[in-house]
């Protein structure tokens, strides 16, 4: 008698993926599988536990990833964001910084961000990507082979697909912006910043693609500095000189106290969404949105609503200063929102 096959599907960010793997895990199980979910914090015993014929994770830098693979079949499905260029889709495999092109015994080897040479990917079973873009960004990296890359699309969106009514337009008394940023260098959710320890342990030859090829950590903090002064000078402004209500939703990375403050002085006029809230319902409370880089202004757009971009409000010169426009998709889908 053949056992059903077992599933375990590691949510890595629950504020983003949870609502996506619950309805990833009810279809296996609509299919005849077996569906577990499990996080950082149980995923070993749940490996123990289950004893899974597949493992599906959204990134393959994870530490214990390679591991894993040893004992099931090891799937990813990326979940990154609207900002789908080469170096974010690489980041999924080598994580937010790695070693490029190290010389070591007179040759050039590639360094993940645990400083360990990568030789191949050979370890995944296969990579489900968004489009056919993402496939070219993976095939010319020269880390995998064709058969292991599949096209399949988003899931994300497609609960915008069957939408059961349109986005209601409120009247100017209850008209809401929206905000929805990450700026994890300046806000963490572990708590407070350990600057001085984290640039002691992080190695100068490492690569962070947002920023410019010659950049290093102080543009990728400069970037998110700036992007937080100016929605808090945007928030101010918009207090001050109309009577439209804000709703902030906060990062996954970010630390949700950090934010408290702007209910406490403007109690009525200024609401952040619970950290368990989901982005639809966010998206189907407000009426404009603010945003940085992010997949939530497309579907932000899906829903026929405006969107803002905030590195636009900033000075270009000074912006690519400090990033890179190829890298963070300046000539792609940002050029669908409003840059005033």
């Known amino acids: 008698m053949n056992r059903r096959i077992k599933i375990v599907i590691f949510v890595d960010n629950a504020k983003r993926d949870l609502f996506p793997s619950m309805l990833l895990k009810k279809r296996f199980e609509e299919k005849g599988f077996r569906a577990y979910l499990c996080n950082k914090r149980n995923f070993n015993v749940k490996l123990r536990k289950v004893k899974p014929d597949v493992f599906i994770i959204s990134r393959a830098d994870l530490p214990f990833a390679r591991d894993v693979a040893k004992c099931c079949r090891l799937y990813v499905v990326p979940s990154e964001g ?85 986005h209601k337009k409120r009247d100017q008394d209850d008209f809401t912006i929206g905000f929805a940023f990450s700026v994890k260098s300046t806000s963490v959710i572990t708590g407070k910043p350990e600057y001085a320890k ?63 403050f702007l209910e406490k002085i403007q109690p009525g006029r200024i609401r952040i969404q619970k950290q368990e809230g989901q982005l639809f319902d966010f998206l189907r409370d407000i009426d404009v949105l603010v945003t940085c880089w992010s997949t939530t202004g497309l579907e932000a757009l899906l829903m026929d609503m405006p969107v803002i971009a905030i590195p636009f409000l900033i000075d270009y010169g000074r912006l690519i200063y400090h990033v890179d426009p190829k890298a963070n998709a300046f000539d792609t889908f940002l050029r669908c929102y409003h840059t005033p």
């Open 198 to 260: 984290s640039l002691y342990f992080l190695d100068d030859r490492s690569k962070l693609p947002m920023v410019r090829p010659e950049g290093h950590w102080e543009d990728y903090a400069w970037r998110d500095f700036a992007i937080l002064r100016r929605m808090m000078r945007i928030i101010k402004k918009i207090i001050m000189t109309t009577n439209y209500k804000i709703c902030l939703r906060v990062g996954p990375l970010e630390n949700f106290d950090d934010y408290k």
């Open 82 to 166: 609207g900002r789908l260029t080469p170096e974010t889709m690489m980041s999924v495999f080598l994580g937010r910084t790695y070693n490029p092109g190290i010389l070591s015994t007179g040759k050039k080897i590639q360094l993940d961000q645990h400083y360990q040479e990568i030789k191949s990917f050979d370890f995944i079973r296969r990579v489900y990507l968004w489009g056919s873009s993402t496939l070219e960004f993976l095939i010319q990296s020269g880390f995998f082979r064709p058969e292991q890359l599949l096209v399949v699309g988003n899931g994300r969106l497609d609960i915008y697909r069957h939408m059961s009514a349109e």
